[in-house]
């Protein structure tokens, strides 16, 4: 019985945990769609070597407020990225700062 | 649990996820480039063109699923962009700097690439048929078929009519052929412009082309002059480019808009003469007939396009509402609000690529979202822009956020802004074609 309760609670905990990565491993992919459309202007994965700064590898904390400040019409030498930025949550921006910072520089 | 904790997912994380696994269900994405996929042995994709859409589609499509099995049909070696063949009609640039090859398609993310036209599809036997006889299968197709003329729209504006009245609206020969008209236009000449009403390929385009045209004439053509006939009252960032023609060019550009008569109906392309809804005959130095459009040709074969002439898809993954397992991307789609550019073929590509790998895999679908940056060129140092965010609400899609460049703004933001025009040419030619 003892075991039978071992085996079932060991099941359900190694589902739940499958079940949670799986729910990260989501979550992940959805912050990676989202950062797909910034390639457009700063290079597939932030990676760009034009005009515009490149964002990957950058802090996160740098890029986010960056990006706060964007959204919330704090940067003076916005052009487009404010009115782009307006178009995501907060957590989204975060996820998107972490995002870049953890790509490599080119 | 936020996005924001799993952006940060560590490597030691993904093993872990790997060795439980999860990751053969849930395959890689946002990872970094695969290598050579060439002995991929998972599903089939065949997407049919490589323009802004298709080429974007393959390259996620493997960088979200490497083991996916890729394949691009396009006819041409070469791309030509549209965005940017303003700059080569004004001279600005040359043919080869918006030419795009698909050499990183195939040796970096082992995409197969086919140069071949796409004649047929069997939608039922889940099979494309190509011009030289060959048939492949597919678990999922993605067309970006691109745009067709509309050759019965316009009294006497057909194919032959063509090359004596470029349309120009599909870059490479046309481009060429207009270049080389206007440089051979005599100084005090006429270009005339004659826009299409709505839905067409690149709604700011006809109004770049005329303000790059003029700029053009500034330093070539002192005398000569731009009339734009126009089927319509309203276009695209229409008070950004009336005030800056005022500003550079002063009366040498005429806008002409549908209730001024502008809507051309009959065309004498040798006489280049035009005819409007009124019978007002204009007479052109060189005419330009950007015609009314409709879905490229091979979404008719596969049975995607409704009465429109255009593809309705479901706004979550592109997916054609008419066919299953085929998602249609870019200019082809009706996807109003978002405009038919580049910029939103490529990241409409995005959505489907990662519709496609979830609908394969049974995963719960990823959020829709897009982003768009149209910049027009007034001059080459003078950029304007409109950009938006759009999602779905309630099964359309709708705008997150956006609008245009302020109407009041210094030199210093106009010059910036075409500075971005130029960064971002080469960040989307980068991110579609690895060039």
């Known amino acids: 019985m003892i075991m039978r309760s071992l085996l079932l609670l060991t099941t359900v905990l190694a589902l739940t945990s499958q079940g949670a990565l799986a729910d990260e491993r989501q979550a992940e992919r959805q912050t990676a769609l989202l950062a797909s459309s910034c390639a457009n202007c700063h290079g597939t994965d932030g990676r760009g070597t034009m005009t515009l700064a490149a964002i990957a590898g950058r802090p996160a904390s740098i890029l986010e407020s960056q990006l706060l400040a964007f959204k919330h019409d704090e940067s003076a030498g916005a052009t487009v990225m404010d009115r782009i930025a307006q178009g995501y949550s907060d957590d989204e921006l975060k996820a998107l700062a972490d995002y870049f910072a953890n790509q490599p520089e080119l | ?435």
Request: glycine residues 10%.
């Open chain 2, 1 to 435: 649990m936020t996005r924001s904790t799993t952006a940060s997912l560590s490597a030691s994380r993904r093993t872990l996820l790997k060795g439980l696994g999860a990751g053969a269900l849930l395959p890689l994405i946002g990872c970094g480039p695969p290598g050579s996929g060439n002995d991929a042995s998972g599903p089939r994709v065949v997407v049919v063109g490589g323009g802004f859409g298709g080429a974007t589609a393959a390259k996620y499509l493997k960088r979200f699923w490497p083991n996916l099995q890729v394949t691009l049909i396009e006819p041409n070696k070469v791309f030509h962009t549209c965005p940017f063949s303003n700059l080569v009609l004004a001279g600005e640039r040359r043919m080869e700097s918006i030419a795009h090859s698909y050499d990183e398609l195939k040796n970096h993310y082992g995409v197969q690439v086919i140069h071949a036209r796409a004649d047929d599809i069997d939608p039922d036997g889940h099979r494309v048929t190509l011009d030289n006889g060959d048939r492949l299968t597919y678990d999922r197709l993605v067309l970006s078929p691109g745009i067709d003329i509309r050759w019965d729209a316009i009294e006497g504006y057909d194919r032959a009519a063509a090359e004596h009245a470029p349309h120009a609206w599909m870059a490479g020969d046309q481009t060429q052929l207009l270049r080389r008209q206007l440089e051979g236009m005599p100084d005090d000449g006429v270009f005339i412009l004659s826009a299409p009403a709505d839905p067409f390929r690149c709604p700011p385009g006809p109004y770049e082309r005329a303000s790059l045209i003029a700029h053009y004439f500034t330093q070539h053509k002192p005398r000569a002059k731009v009339l734009i006939l126009d089927a319509k009252d309203n276009f695209s960032k229409q008070g950004l480019f009336t005030s800056a023609w005022q500003e550079l060019y002063g009366d040498r550009i005429e806008w002409v808009g549908l209730s001024g008569d502008g809507a051309v109906m009959r065309v004498d392309a040798e006489r280049r003469e035009v005819e409007t809804e009124f019978g007002s005959i204009h007479k052109a130095s060189v005419l330009n007939v950007v015609p009314p459009q409709k879905a490229g040709l091979i979404a008719d074969r596969a049975g995607v396009t409704d009465a429109s002439g255009w593809v309705p898809v479901n706004p979550n993954t592109f997916e054609s509402t008419q066919v299953k397992d085929i998602y249609v991307v870019g200019d082809a789609t009706v996807a109003a609000p978002m405009p038919k550019s580049g910029f939103v073929a490529n990241t409409q590509a995005k959505v489907a690529a990662a519709a496609i790998v979830s609908s394969l895999e049974g995963t719960p679908l990823l959020e829709a979202r897009w982003a768009n940056t149209c910049y027009s060129l007034i001059n080459p140092e003078y950029g304007i822009s409109v950009a938006h965010v759009y999602n779905v609400q309630n099964d359309q899609i709708s705008i997150a956020s956006g609008g245009l460049s302020p109407g009041q703004a210094p030199g210093t933001t106009r010059r910036l802004e075409a500075e971005y025009a130029y960064s971002w040419y080469n960040a989307i030619a980068q991110d579609t074609w690895g060039s």
